[in-house]
Antibody, heavy 116, light 112 residues
Framework: EVQLVESGGGLVKPGASLKLSCVASGFTFSDYWMSWVRQTPGKTMEWIGDIKYDGSYTNYAPSLKNRFTISRDNAKSTLYLQMSNVRSEDTATYYC?????????WGQGVMVTVSS | QIMLTQQAESLWISPGERVSITCRASQSLLYTDGKHYLSWYQQRPGQTTKALIYHASVRTDGVPTRFIGSGSGTEFTLSIEHVQPEDFAIYYCLQTLKSPYTFGAGTKLELK
């Protein structure tokens, strides 16, 4: 059974950094591109970016490119999202997804709240 | 970037009825392989987001046949025939033709 489990969220102050993790199981992690998606409290979904199966290429939403970094450790079947200089508008639930022609599996999500 | 418009924020229906959710793209989602890179997702409270339809009309494994995806070019529809109680959820369309990938705003199916 494919499982994606995110962690690392919580309450952070504006300007701080935060690193989210997503542990994958039930499939060969190193065979798949992976994406991060976030959902605002108002339920708007936004694609953050993705990473190639071997970690050699990343692609980001232009508005987030300068502050967010996606990486992976295939030996640990883990996907990461490094968030820097966070802002109140980064308050959202963050999901990791397995990517093919579409996003076929999603994690439960982890909440990030940015507030002073 | 490609914009996706789901005009209905909410749809109120009764169990057993048929409902259609539309998604309009700002440009064609047809790729050179002949496939449309438009997919549909269901989000229910307390459950992981579930992929229902990909390539506009292909049901993912285990999705009931009452879920029907249709459309081409820039206009797409997710229809649910004989809506069941478990179908009351939020539905999103997503385009994966061009980066940045983009979602529709979502349509919430509500009990009338």
């Amino acid at each position: 059974e494919v499982q994606l489990v995110e962690s690392g969220g919580g309450l952070v102050k504006p300007g701080a950094s935060l690193k989210l993790s997503c542990v994958a199981s039930g499939f060969t992690f190193s065979d798949y591109w992976m994406s991060w998606v976030r959902q605002t409290p108002g339920k708007t979904m936004e694609w953050i970016g993705d990473i190639k199966y071997d970690g050699s290429y990343t692609n980001y939403a232009p508005s987030l490119k300068n502050r967010f970094t996606i990486s992976r450790d295939n030996a640990k079947s883990t996907l990461y999202l490094q968030m820097s200089n966070v802002r109140s508008e980064d308050t959202a639930t963050y999901y990791c997804t397995r990517e093919g022609y579409y996003f076929d599996y999603w994690g439960q999500g982890v909440m990030v709240t940015v507030s002073s | 970037q490609i914009m996706l418009t789901q005009q209905a924020e909410s749809l109120w229906i009764s169990p057993g009825e048929r409902v259609s959710i539309t998604c309009r793209a700002s440009q064609s989602l047809l790729y050179t392989d002949g496939k449309h890179y438009l997919s549909w997702y269901q989000q229910r409270p307390g459950q992981t987001t579930k992929a229902l339809i990909y390539h506009a009309s292909v049901r993912t494994d285990g999705v009931p046949t009452r879920f029907i995806g249709s459309g081409s070019g820039t206009e797409f529809t997710l229809s649910i025939e004989h809506v069941q109680p478990e179908d009351f959820a939020i539905y999103y369309c997503l385009q994966t033709l061009k980066s940045p990938y983009t979602f529709g705003a979502g349509t919430k199916l509500e009990l009338k």
